[in-house]
């Protein structure tokens, strides 16, 4: 047990440490056991996990070693919480720079390189070409500076597929083959990412 002094500084450093608050994420899962999201993967700061606890909006399903405590009590971290409602998957996919990114698996599309990616608009719009899903892509540097402003047949460039609006589940699939840099060992059961099953 921690004296007064020490639970103080305890406390202390985790609200006023950003660093520290990174350290323990809780993945939320859906009703049904599923992540919210797969990139960004959905997770909460372990202080928004305690407080759905308490608010009973949420089940514990794994825990981090780590304890947080109160004057009255204490806590083990939550690593993985369940929404009790079940919340609606969103339909529409926002057209953003990440998402198109995203659809686009992080690589040109003319040349398949990854990094450095740029995007373009394969009509360009000086010529009429609009900013949609239909008409922009991902694209590296060297490839969007050789075409410029030239239509796609005057670039000597071609499309590795064509552009088109991806589904709210082409986005999760998508998302699962690009695993964030950290995953908490409890959260294994609940994500499937593109991994060589065990036999």
Not at 36 to 60: G, H, M, N, T
Not at 77 to 95: C, D, G, M
Not at 104 to 129: A, I, M, N, W
Request: proline share 8%.
């Amino acid at each position: 047990m921690l004296d007064t002094t020490a639970e103080m500084e305890f406390r202390r450093s985790f609200v006023r440490e950003p660093s520290a608050l990174k350290h323990f994420p809780a993945l939320v899962l859906n009703a049904d056991f599923r992540p919210l999201s797969y990139y960004p993967l959905s997770l909460w700061p372990w202080q928004e996990a305690i407080k759905a606890a308490f608010l009973d909006r949420v089940l514990i399903v794994a825990e981090y070693d780590e304890v947080v405590r109160s004057q009255r009590s204490a806590i083990r971290i939550p690593s993985v919480v369940v929404l009790k409602e079940f919340v609606k998957p969103q339909k529409r996919v926002a057209f953003t720079r990440f998402n198109l990114f995203l659809r686009d698996e992080f690589c040109c599309q003319y040349c398949g390189s990854r990094g450095d990616l740029t995007f373009d608009h394969v009509l360009p719009r000086s010529k009429g070409g609009v900013t949609s899903w239909e008409n922009v892509v991902a694209a590296c540097s060297p490839c969007n500076l050789r075409k410029a402003n030239k239509l796609l047949s005057q670039s000597g460039l071609t499309l590795r597929r064509p552009p088109a609006p991806p589904t709210a589940e082409d986005m999760q699939k998508a998302g699962r083959r690009f695993p964030p840099n950290y995953l908490h060992d409890s959260w294994a059961d609940y994500l499937y990412w593109d991994a060589e099953l065990e036999a």
